[in-house]
């Protein structure tokens, strides 16, 4: 995605998977929430064309800026501490309404 946007169907099934953008087969619809979530905050946009929204995904400047600060010191993303999985299932699952 840093390069060029990339369609949900070669990100979802066994295309995902064998392309590495996933660890394991994923249905369309569990792809499509997850990077919903991506969206939601932030790192990600879906990619527009003339007719309006497609099913294509890129990093919005933001997600870039992550990436590229990150790719500076490794090119392996680290695995998330219990507290970082707990942080994250609060605030993306809990959450109360404003």
Do not use: C
């Not at 990150?70 to 507290?83: A, C, N, R």
């Amino acid at each position: 995605m840093m390069q060029k946007s990339i369609p949900l169907p070669l990100i979802a099934g066994n295309s995902g998977l064998n392309l590495g953008y996933t660890k394991k087969k994923l249905p369309e619809i569990i792809v499509d929430s997850e990077l919903g979530w991506l969206i939601q905050i932030g790192l990600l946009r879906r990619e527009v064309d003339g007719q309006g929204l497609t099913d294509s995904f890129r990093l919005t400047p933001l997600g870039r800026m992550i990436i590229d600060e990150h790719l500076k010191y490794s090119t392996d993303f680290p695995l998330p501490s219990i507290w970082q999985k707990t942080s994250n299932f609060f605030t993306r699952w809990v959450r109360i309404p404003t």
